[in-house]
């Protein structure tokens, strides 16, 4: 092998090198485990990864706080939004028993959620504690609408299906105290 020879090669290989050096490879693809793309200040602002959860990309503001998570886990793919305390304010899922969205206070906890379970879409409003409090959910039968205490014992129902509508209201125990027809 001539001189010349030689260090072609050296330079092929070198090149190769400096490519893998920057996570290249000959087809022009980055592999890594995490990405981070920073701002001109080099904060971090996003980040791909893959975690114990799955993958997933975060989003951070100028100030360092999480904004926004895509995520896809053993569960399904979840979005989350966060406000500018990094609490969350809303969530979108998809489970294998549907979708959900959920809406949530300045302290972070659920007030609201909407989800569709087996082709039957359905509405929770919750507390201030997070607590359930009234419920709407309509099935191939009817419409349902619960109404529930602060100890999430349902005390009212309004149901109505194709026979008629059903009005009922209910003790701390669960025993119906008055309904109508």
């Known amino acids: 092998m001539t001189i010349e020879q030689r260090l072609e090669k050296v330079e092929r290989e070198l090149s190769r090198l400096e490519s893998h050096s920057r996570g290249l490879t000959e087809r022009g693809v980055v592999r890594a485990a995490h990405f981070i793309v920073e701002d001109e200040k080099e904060r ?8 114990e959860e799955g993958p997933g990309l975060t989003l951070w503001d100028e100030n360092g706080t999480p904004r926004a998570e895509l995520r896809v886990t053993k569960d399904g793919p979840r979005l989350g939004l966060f406000d500018e305390n990094a609490k969350p304010c809303a969530g979108l899922e998809l489970t294998k028993h549907g979708p959900a969205l959920i809406l949530a206070g300045e302290n972070g906890k659920a007030h609201a959620g909407l989800s569709v379970t087996r082709d039957e879409p359905g509405l929770i409003l919750f507390d201030e504690n997070g607590k359930p409090r009234a419920g709407l959910v309509l099935t191939k039968h009817g419409s349902n609408l619960s109404l529930y205490d602060e100890n999430e014992k349902q005390r009212a129902g309004l149901v109505v299906t194709k026979d008629g509508p059903r009005l009922g209201l209910l003790d701390e125990r669960g025993k119906m105290t008055w309904s109508a027809p």
Do not use: F, G, I, T
């Open 44 to 51: 971090p602002r996003a980040v791909l990864n893959v975690n």
